[in-house]
Structures are given as C-alpha cells and as structure tokens.
C-alpha cells in the first residue's frame, strides 16, 4: 500500500503559490476526491512519485508518451539540440522536416502551423476557418474539449442543442452565440441545428474520436454525414486530433475513418511530450494565414528546436515501428480481462480500445455521448482508482478521460495491473 506523504504535504505546498494547487484542474483529483500524486521521474511504463513509490502509467503524459517514458533515442534528440540552444524565435530546419514528417502520415494536409498547444491550435483553426468562408458560426458537439478556447467552453442544456450559453465564467454571452452544441454521435441532433444556422456556418468541429468524455469513437456514418453536409455547404470540417493524432494509428483518426477534414489540429505526440500543437489542412486555406493572406496568427516559440527535435524523433520511431495493431492487442487483453473480474463480482462495466486508446465506464452498456458517460456510476469510479492508485497503478483520475497504453507494457505489467485490479475488488469497492 502506497504512502504518499510528500505529495500531500506538497499539494499543502501548492496551493499557496498556484490556483487549486495545480497548473491544469484535472490534476488536483477533485474528482475522485483524492490528493494528487506528485511525480518525480518515469521510465518506460512507469512513473515514480515524491515518496519514491512506482506506479504502472495508463496516462503517458496524456498521450505522448506512445513508446514509453525517457525513451533514449527522444532523449538523445533532445540532448544534442540543447547544446545547440534552447529557442532561437527565428526559423530552423528542423521545423520543416518535422512539417514534412507530419505532412507524411496525414495526407489531408498540405500545409501547417506550428504553434505551442492544443488549445492554440484549435482557437488558430476557427478563426482560419472563419476567416476563410467569411461566415461567423461553429457546431461543436457536447462532451469534446478543444481547449479553452472562449468561443468553444459551451454546453448545450439539458442535451436540447441551443445558442450557446457559457460553460465557464469570464466567455462573453455574445463570443457564446456564435457556437451551437450537439448531442455527440446524434445525427437528428446535428441535422436541426445545422439547417438553422448553415447560410453563417464557418466550420464544424468535432474529435473523431473523443477522448474527454472518457474514450468514444464517432460511428462512421455520423461522420460521414457531416463530411457530406460541410462539403455541400461549403463549411470547413475541423478534426481535432490533438489527442488522436498519430496516437490512434499513424495517420490518426482520418486514417481509420477513411474520411479528410479540410483541417486538422495536432499536438502531444508530435512533440514527443514536450508542449506542442499544431494545425493544417488544404494548402488554399491555410494560404489565408498571414504572412500570406489576412488572418493573423503568431507565436514567439512557435516551432520551438527543442519540441521539434522531440517530435521529429518520435514521428520517425513510429513510421519505422508501426506499433498500433500491438498496441491495440495489449489494451483488449487489459480491458477484456478487467471485465471479467468485475463481471465476477457483479459490477458492470463497459470497454472500448483503438490503437492503445482505450476507456473503461461502470455502466452495462457502452456510453456513446456525454449523457451516457454521466450517466455511469461515479461511486465505483471514484472507489476503483483511489484503491489503484494506493496500490501502484495510476489511471486517469476523471471518468471524463481516456487512458493510455505504452511499447513498454509488456505482459508482466499487464499481468500485475490484473492482479491488482483482482486484489482490490476482494476487498470491495
């Protein structure tokens, strides 16, 4: 049994000096009610907290961390950039073999941007989106997160899709209007809305597959309709793949989906674990960007040497590897066998995996948008993961996030999770 003595008295610490106590709200495990777990190193599949405790890592930083944590040849490129220089805020070389490698796995874009977040990204895309069309309104769908970007921090009440109301404090109610919410994976839903607003409708912005809202891929045909209707509408489609992109397969989402957005955001893996995003999509768009045309976007650090050096190797370990269809088999047999063992003890739960993706919910039948995931019992949730994580493994604290797999899960740590997860329902949850 884990103690975590250190990272209690430096939460106790945190919250002095930082909101909450932590840099990103997530962390500070409000959700399961627990006290945040401060890290100190990782390797591999694991990550070692204050106290010298390691955990077996379902989170990998959130997704980057594809060929586990401090991979040597990442650490090397690293390395040899830094004693080049940390950031020049000037063009390098390696900006451009890092676009190209990108450009490689994700035929729908011709042309990208690099910029320092998911958040960036997103907030560069629709207003390239707007800028392009001439038009004012986004559809977004409930339960996708693309950053906090003020214009997308809406909800839809109640699941009914209305002009947008502000999900958060500080977003003006005017900003709000200008973006509608739909049920996720709902097509009436999408169709209502659409045909209200499609004559002002500048993009549509979706993740194909959703990650905070636990793990829930798009039906295809959902996509496909809205693929059609943008494309006839002369809308943009946007793919936010900040969290999918080359995570789920190498050419993300739009690769399994077999279906091109006009834009695409990136982030995480294409930075190797260091802060990066990205977007880009057809070269006549992304030509509306200054200095090229007038929808002005910069960044200081964009395109920092350090993230692109990261990034660069990375990419290239993963066009060399291709490691997904392992990746996928390690998360079924994790989740297939956690399934079995709460079976046996009379909790449902539901699973799904794509490429090292994966989700687990305490409900019998599998969520397919946000309703669903609220729906599921927060009470297993909140119990299971504060008893792995006294116990060494460290899922994400929030039923509202998708989970990782890593190269370096083998099956002894498959295995062990197993054993654990058995271990602690003994005890109940």
């Known amino acids: 049994m884990n103690k975590i003595d250190n990272s209690i008295k430096f939460f106790s610490e945190a919250k002095k000096h930082l909101p909450g106590g932590v840099n990103s709200p997530v962390r500070a495990f409000k959700n399961i009610e627990g006290n945040p777990i401060f890290f100190k190193k990782a390797k591999g599949a694991y990550v070692f907290d204050a106290d010298d405790n390691a955990y077996i890592d379902y989170i990998g930083s959130w997704g980057p961390m594809i060929m586990g944590h401090s991979h040597p040849t990442i650490i090397k490129a690293i390395s040899k950039q830094l004693e080049l220089g940390t950031s020049y805020g000037a063009p390098t070389k390696i900006e451009s073999e890092t676009a190209e490698l990108i450009k490689q796995c994700f035929p729908s874009i011709e042309k990208i941007r690099m910029v320092n977040s998911g958040t960036e990204a997103t907030m560069s895309a629709i207003r390239l989106a707007r800028g392009f069309t001439k038009r004012n309104k986004i ?7 693309h950053g906090h970007v003020d214009s997308l921090l809406i909800k839809a009440g109640s699941g009914i899709s209305t002009f947008g109301l502000p999900d958060s404090p500080g977003v003006p109610p005017q900003l709000a209007k200008q973006t509608l919410s739909c049920e996720f994976n709902n097509q009436e839903d999408f169709l209502r809305v659409f045909e209200k607003v499609k004559d002002d409708l500048a993009a549509v912005i979706i993740e194909p597959i959703a990650g905070n809202m636990g793990f829930i891929p798009s039906e295809k045909s959902f996509l496909k309709l809205i693929r059609n209707k943008t494309k006839e509408n002369k809308s943009l489609l946007i793919f936010d793949e900040v969290m999918t992109g080359l995570r789920v397969s190498l050419g ?4 399994i989906y077999k279906i091109q957005p006009d834009l695409t955001t990136l982030g995480k893996v294409i930075g190797g674990g260091l802060p990066v995003g990205a977007f880009g999509g057809r070269a006549e768009i992304m030509n ?3 200095p090229d045309g007038p929808v002005y976007q910069a960044g200081t650090l964009s395109g920092n040497p350090l993230a692109m050096a990261a990034g660069s190797a990375l990419i290239k370990l993963l066009i060399s590897k291709n490691p997904y269809d392992a990746l996928e088999n390690k998360a079924k047999k994790l989740l297939k066998e956690m399934k079995t063992i ?12 794509i490429g090292g993706m994966f989700g687990f919910f305490f409900s019998k039948e599998l969520p397919q948008n946000l309703k669903d995931v609220v729906k599921s019992n927060d009470m297993y949730f909140k119990n299971f993961l504060n008893a792995c994580i006294r116990n060494g493994i460290y899922f994400a604290p929030s039923k509202f996030e998708a989970g990782f797999i890593s190269t370096k899960h083998t099956n002894k740590e498959i295995k062990n999770t197993i054993d654990i997860v058995k271990k602690i329902l003994r005890k109940g949850i």
Do not use: P, R, V, W
């Open 139 to 145: 559809i977004k769908f409930d339960g996708c997160y």
């Open 252 to 255: 993300g989402a739009q690769e």
């Open 288 to 290: 509306h960007l200054a």
């Open 342 to 353: 709460f079976y046996a003890n009379n909790i449902s739960i539901s699973t799904n995996q």
